[in-house]
């Protein structure tokens, strides 16, 4: 038990003359506080009162805190007839009133007192147990904290995006399921639920407690509520989450919520809380607002997106360049050797300068549509998810067999097919029809590249209809487009110095072994095309894909799935609890 942490000595002192009170002096001294623990669930201070009219002197004890506790602590309960003794009845009478008003919602708080005549000379290090004894309870107060106008919709975007969210409480159960109900952590239609699973997503911490850690794992789910929490009751909860390779963020702002913002991922205090519990977090939310946490994670999941966007737009031209440099060894000169599609600095080139800008620019696109409606990634993959590595292959052998198609139409198809001689190393007369197609294939392959960060702004989604519920039809691409302005001017940038590249005389034939073209922008032109159209109809097989073989758990109807979607494993439960039972009364 904890002592009294506050004294006033010196004004209790045996044979000190009291001086007269007058009108403007405090009725009311602190002699001493028992302050709040989470163990007792109950504070008691001690106050010395002189009355004006007699100057007299007597001393209180005032306590308040859970029903329960104080109940535990109170002897009588003042009514209109007086004083009377607390019997079990009457006991009883409490705790129904008090589950009334916690099924309103309202926090319940019991308020005793007692005269207290004891002289004690010093209170630091006093016992408590002594003063919160032989108590007269007052009377229940009921306190109604609504939460905030944002957590409802807050809670239901967790629920979209495959977040589970648990409240561990030190309310009364009936409160906190109240409360729960309100923002949307339980179902609100508990009415649909059978009892046994009420019980599973509404415990107390007593009840949470007495579960080993075998049985907790062995629970089909951990439960959404959990009231009367004490420290250790949250840190094992974490642990039981961590167990089931749960990624946990945890919010807290007492002393006592440090142990369990500790154990968590990420720890988050509250910017109200204590300093104690802001030393233990990880972060500290200024504004105490849950709507802040979910702005937290769709700027995650929007940078954890652009990485994935980046990575897949150099990979994807990598494996592009390598194909068409492997293959392209089969070209081979007059003298046996390889003539290469690509010149060594057009690779350089795309990928530092070309390329460079448009990765950069692919880390400023803004979160897509579907970012906070659909489940988090699997931490244990990192980016190269199936999609992505499926997508790399796709689109850096579509480009590749482009580029050596448009090297093969200018060398095979409307040129000599003469590959010359040492035309990797420099320019002669043999080397004209070997320059043309090299920057025709460059020329191609820079396109390609500019075209696909375009394409990555979103990866299922068509580049001309990113919007999915735009009524600009014909302008949207553009409007997407011109949103991201670096991007944007990283593109243009990547087309406009491909011409000083092409025609500026011995930089395009000495520098990058290449030369100015003519005709074969009609290739360019083509191919351009062909390449929107292989990346478009992929995306299109993916959505079709997805949306017949995956699933994602979008929320189409938030509304109706918060009932049918987020609690459906609880809803589960409670159906195969009903079919177990209606089969063994056929047996």
């Known amino acids: 038990?904890?002592?009294?942490?506050?004294?006033?000595?010196?004004?209790?002192?045996?044979?000190?003359?009291?001086?007269?009170?007058?009108?403007?002096?405090?009725?009311?001294?602190?002699?001493?506080?028992?302050?709040?623990?989470?163990?007792?669930?109950?504070?008691?201070?001690?106050?010395?009162?002189?009355?004006?009219?007699?100057?007299?002197?007597?001393?209180?004890?005032?306590?308040?805190?859970?029903?329960?506790?104080?109940?535990?602590?109170?002897?009588?309960?003042?009514?209109?007839?007086?004083?009377?003794?607390?019997?079990?009845?009457?006991?009883?009478?409490?705790?129904?009133?008090?589950?009334?008003?916690?099924?309103?919602?309202?926090?319940?708080?019991?308020?005793?007192?007692?005269?207290?005549?004891?002289?004690?000379?010093?209170?630091?290090?006093?016992p408590r147990e002594n003063v919160e004894q032989g108590m007269t309870l007052l009377g229940l107060i009921g306190l109604y904290d609504p939460p905030r106008l944002e957590s409802y919709q807050s809670v239901k975007k967790c629920h979209q995006a495959g977040i589970t969210v648990h409240m561990l409480t030190g309310d009364h159960k009936a409160t906190a399921q109240a409360i729960a109900q309100q923002v949307g952590i339980i179902p609100k239609a508990l009415y649909k639920v059978p009892p046994h699973i009420i019980r599973a997503v509404v415990m107390t911490a007593a009840e949470f407690d007495n579960l080993t850690d075998e049985q907790v794992d062995e629970l089909p789910v951990l439960p959404l509520v959990v009231?009367?929490?004490?420290?250790?009751?949250?840190?094992?909860?974490?642990?039981?989450?961590?167990?089931?390779?749960?990624?946990?963020?945890?919010?807290?702002?007492?002393?006592?919520?440090?142990?369990?913002?500790k154990q968590a991922?990420?720890?988050?205090?509250?910017?109200?809380?204590?300093?104690?519990?802001?030393?233990?977090?990880?972060?500290?939310?200024?504004?105490?607002?849950?709507?802040?946490?979910?702005?937290?994670?769709?700027e995650g999941r929007r940078m954890f997106d652009n990485i994935k966007k980046f990575v897949l737009h150099v990979l994807a031209e990598n494996i592009a360049q390598a194909c068409t440099l492997l293959i392209g060894l089969a070209f081979k000169d007059q003298s046996g050797l390889s003539v290469f599609p690509l010149a060594p600095v057009e690779i350089l080139w795309i990928i530092l300068i070309t390329s460079g800008l448009p990765d950069m620019g692919l880390g400023l696109v803004h979160a897509t549509p579907d970012v906070m409606i659909r489940p988090p990634h699997d931490r244990h993959r990192g980016v190269f998810t199936n999609e992505v590595l499926i997508d790399m292959l796709v689109y850096g052998l579509w480009m590749s067999a482009l580029c050596l198609a448009s090297f093969v139409l200018v060398m095979y198809g409307w040129g000599s097919g003469d590959l010359g001689v040492r035309c990797n190393n420099e320019y002669n007369s043999s080397c004209e029809t070997v320059f043309r197609a090299r920057a025709t294939t460059f020329t191609c392959l820079t396109w390609f590249a500019l075209f696909l960060a375009w394409e990555m702004i979103d990866l299922r989604r068509s580049f001309f209809r990113m919007k999915p519920g735009s009524t600009n039809y014909f302008t949207q691409w553009f409007r997407d487009a011109w949103s991201n302005r670096f991007l944007f001017w990283a593109v243009i940038a990547g087309f406009v110095t491909i011409f000083p590249i092409l025609y500026i005389p011995t930089l395009n034939t000495k520098v990058f072994n290449h030369s100015g073209i003519?005709?074969?922008?009609?290739?360019?032109?083509?191919?351009?095309?062909?390449?929107?159209?292989?990346?478009?109809?992929?995306?299109?097989?993916?959505?079709?894909?997805?949306?017949?073989?995956?699933?994602?758990?979008?929320?189409?109807?938030?509304?109706?799935?918060?009932?049918?979607?987020?609690?459906?494993?609880?809803?589960?439960?409670?159906?195969?609890?009903?079919?177990?039972?209606?089969?063994?009364?056929?047996?």
């Open 1 to 126: 038990m904890a002592p009294a942490s506050r004294t006033d000595s010196g004004d209790n002192t045996p044979g000190e003359e009291e001086a007269p009170l007058n009108d403007t002096e405090a009725q009311w001294h602190l002699q001493a506080e028992f302050p709040f623990d989470s163990d007792v669930k109950r504070m008691a201070v001690v106050f010395r009162r002189r009355a004006f009219a007699d100057d007299s002197v007597s001393q209180m004890v005032f306590m308040k805190g859970a029903v329960e506790r104080v109940l535990d602590a109170c002897m009588y309960m003042r009514t209109r007839e007086g004083d009377v003794e607390i019997t079990e009845e009457r006991k009883d009478d409490i705790l129904a009133n008090m589950e009334a008003l916690a099924k309103d919602g309202l926090r319940v708080l019991a308020l005793a007192s007692r005269e207290w005549t004891e002289d004690v000379q010093e209170w630091r290090g006093y």
């Open 518 to 587: 003519s005709w074969e922008w009609g290739v360019v032109f083509v191919e351009a095309l062909l390449f929107f159209l292989g990346v478009e109809l992929w995306k299109w097989c993916k959505r079709i894909y997805i949306r017949h073989y995956i699933k994602d758990d979008y929320a189409h109807d938030p509304e109706a799935d918060l009932e049918a979607g987020a609690f459906s494993r609880y809803t589960t439960m409670a159906m195969d609890t009903m079919e177990e039972k209606k089969a063994r009364r056929k047996n």
């Open 265 to 298: 991922d990420v720890g988050i205090a509250m910017g109200s809380g204590s300093d104690v519990a802001k030393d233990a977090a990880d972060i500290v939310l200024t504004d105490d607002n849950f709507a802040s946490i979910l702005n937290a994670i769709e």
């Open 227 to 261: 009231a009367r929490c004490a420290p250790h009751t949250k840190v094992r909860m974490v642990e039981a989450l961590h167990r089931r390779n749960c990624f946990v963020a945890m919010t807290g702002d007492g002393v006592n919520d440090s142990p369990s913002l």
